[in-house]
């Protein structure tokens, strides 16, 4: 990895001479632009922003973490809500089915008599 890295850091170098020795700079950047466009580094870490993006991510770790347990348990209380009134709404039906399976029954038999 750190080859390709070395490799890569030399080749961007010598194509950034190349542009700069031939004039052929990108539309509209001036030089000095181009010169100090993109630090080259060889490892992430070497990035100002990388060690301050890992203390921040240590700091708010625990308030993310407690975050989604809470979302966790409240999405878990949901469902177990859910749950109950669609087994309370479903026996209900099936006792409300059932009486009217009967009284179609008895209709549908007293209305052969009736013919």
């Not at 070395?6 to 700079?25: D, F, M, P, Q, Y």
């Not at 950047?29 to 100090?36: H, L, N, V, W």
């Amino acid at each position: 990895m750190q080859r390709i890295t070395k490799e890569n850091l030399v080749k961007a170098a010598k194509v950034s001479k190349t542009i700069l020795r031939t004039g052929h700079l990108p539309e509209g950047m001036t030089e000095a632009q181009f010169k100090m466009q993109k630090p080259l580094y060889l490892s992430v870490d070497q990035v100002p922003t990388y060690n301050a993006t890992i203390e921040n991510h240590e700091r708010i770790k625990p308030h993310i973490l407690s975050l989604l347990r809470t979302k966790r348990q409240k999405l878990i209380e949901k469902t177990r809500n859910l749950t109950t009134k669609f087994n309370d709404l479903a026996e209900a039906w099936k006792r409300k089915s059932k009486r009217s399976q009967v009284v179609f029954f008895f209709f549908f038999f007293s209305v052969e008599i009736l013919f």
